[in-house]
């Protein structure tokens, strides 16, 4: 499956932004999708996912209440909904998709830059 990011951009604190991922490929084999980010000099960390079975959307404490995570289906696109985005927001952020669960990530996509100014 190939996983293409649009959305990124330059945003001011408190401001929103929606980042897409378009899947391509053998997208009925999808278990899950999720986001995740990266800072300069930090680890890729977690940021949302979202099961293809049932629906269930997990996030990352630090985001939780201000992001969401959503698909369209017939479009074999996810979205990351980013309110009251924060300067600590700043990172690449990755799609991911999973053949096998909710939490083992095979397929990545190249990333999108979002970048949060005080």
């Known amino acids: 499956v190939q996983l293409v990011e649009s959305g990124g951009g330059l945003v001011q604190a408190g401001d929103s932004l929606r980042l897409s991922c378009a899947a391509s490929?053998?997208?009925?084999?999808?278990?899950?999708m999720g986001w995740f980010r990266q800072a300069p000099l930090k680890e890729r960390e977690f940021v949302a996912a979202l099961s293809w079975i049932g629906g269930t959307t997990y996030y990352a404490d630090s985001v939780k209440g201000r992001f969401t995570v959503s698909r369209d289906n017939a479009k074999n696109t996810l979205y990351l909904e980013m309110n009251t985005l924060k300067p600590e927001d700043t990172a690449v952020y990755y799609c991911a998709a999973s053949f096998v669960s909710d939490y083992d990530f095979d397929y990545w996509g190249q990333g999108t830059q979002v970048t949060v100014s005080s």
């Open positions: 490929g053998d997208t009925f084999s999808i278990i899950s």
